[in-house]
């Protein structure tokens, strides 16, 4: 009886979690969604894989083939916190949100869709 009990438990805690996830995951689309709108780039850009990454990277005024660096492990680390100070700048904020941007991307980048931050890009 206690093993039903354990399971039922453990599949009502797993259903609420996945469901808590999806609706995370949802909402970090929007976020960078409306961000990328934001800085004149496709909005629909943030569901493809690798694509929403170079997108990222334009918005922050960098060169397109900086996507590459993104799979070098370690490599990657540096330019996503540079990237992310830069895309922090193009809306106006300083380095300190674009480390926030770079250790909270998801929190952060809803920030930046659903704030009235315009973007100007410094680096273009």
């Not at 918005?59 to 990657?76: D, S």
């Not at 941007?101 to 680096?123: A, C, E, H, S, T």
Request: glycine share 16%; aromatic share 18%; proline share 5%.
């Amino acid at each position: 009886m206690i093993g039903a009990t354990t399971n039922w438990a453990s599949g009502l805690f797993g259903g609420t979690m996945l469901i808590v996830e999806i609706a995370w995951f949802v909402l970090v689309i929007i976020g960078w969604w409306r961000t990328f709108v934001k800085a004149g780039k496709p909005g629909w850009g943030a569901i493809i894989p690798f694509y929403n990454v170079y997108l990222y990277i334009k918005v922050g005024g960098r060169p397109g083939w900086w996507l590459i660096l993104y799979f070098i492990p370690f490599v990657n680390i540096i330019m996503d916190l540079i990237v992310s100070i830069d895309v922090s700048k193009n809306f106006g904020h300083g380095a300190g949100y674009g480390i926030g941007l770079w250790l909270l991307k998801p929190i952060f980048m809803l920030i930046l869709g659903f704030g009235g931050d315009q973007y100007r890009p410094v680096n273009a």
